[in-house]
């Protein structure tokens, strides 16, 4: 991308009163982004803070210290997504004694849960100081002396540019809540699964564009406001076509088996006799 767009796009933003985000480490636009790919593992770190009051851990250079997101029995490994799969399954937490103080911090709301997304999947790429958006997990419960009462059933929405283009697959925004009617009673040393239902919303069309008249935009993807439509399905194109690929599929079935049985009962009943080269034509001696 030519750092002449770059720098249009960025002072028609400035002009606009506005500002691309996410910006990177440096506070410039994210160029050069490596794109993720259909299922592709993405990775979640979270901000590590302290059991006592909440606060943010630092490092030695003031930066805020991130860590993976705790790890999930399933698999032994941290939570991850697949990107731009919807889906369904569970994670089970082990609750040590320091988790279970952060989720009274969580439930309580003295502290989010803060996590973040790269932008880019390109390795080591916030290590970097690349750009990311913050996802953040908000779960609902009660805290009671001996223990906690948590909602561990979570949706998880993250939208995505448009699924016309694979060079744009990176993110937009991400949230992650309790949705659940019931909660489950926890105490240090418990399991606690976590249901998760993550959907990925790729059919948005950004409105408000502060650059969209301009070719390439300077920018990694096109802004706006990426606003949800008065009425949408959450759900994105590739499984909407999967779906609508096995309804037609079905429907074609259907309509073949009840036809074949219409026509053999009409043909047997009128004595129907399949023509032959003979009798479809006047042969000629």
């Known amino acids: 991308m030519k750092l002449s767009a770059i720098l249009i796009g960025a002072s028609l933003l400035s002009m606009a ?12 636009i994210p160029v050069n982004l490596v794109p993720y790919k259909l299922g592709q593992e993405v990775y979640i770190d979270c901000i590590t803070r302290s059991i006592d009051n909440g606060e943010h851990k630092f490092d030695e250079q003031e930066r805020i210290i991130y860590a993976p997101f705790p790890i999930c029995k399933e698999t032994n490994k941290p939570l991850s ?28 709301e003295d502290a989010p849960f803060s996590c973040r997304l790269p932008l880019s999947s390109e390795a080591n790429y916030l290590e970097k100081g690349g750009a990311y958006v913050p996802l953040t997990f908000n779960f609902r419960g009660e805290i009671h002396d001996s223990h906690l009462d948590i909602d561990t059933a979570l949706n998880v929405l993250l939208t995505k540019p448009a699924n016309s283009n694979p060079e744009e697959n990176t993110f937009i925004s991400s949230i992650a809540y309790s949705s659940g009617t019931n909660t489950t009673r926890i105490v240090i040393g418990d399991s606690m699964t976590l249901s998760l239902a993550v959907r990925w919303l790729d059919q948005i069309v950004p409105t408000g564009s502060q650059a969209g008249h301009i070719k390439n935009n300077g920018l990694p993807f096109s802004d706006g406001f990426y606003r949800f439509p008065m009425n949408f399905v959450p759900i994105s194109y590739s499984w909407f076509i999967a779906y609508l690929a096995i309804v037609s599929l079905a429907t074609a079935v259907l309509v073949y088996a009840f036809s074949y049985k219409h026509i053999t009962h009409s043909a047997s009943k009128h004595k129907y006799k399949p023509l032959d080269s003979e009798t479809a034509v006047g042969k000629e001696d």
């Open 81 to 108: 997504f697949q990107y731009g799969v919807s889906e369904d399954f569970n994670c089970t937490l082990s609750i040590s004694d320091e988790l279970y103080h952060l989720f009274q911090l969580y439930i309580h």
């Open 17 to 28: 009163k506005c500002q691309f985000f996410p910006l990177n480490r440096k506070e410039e």
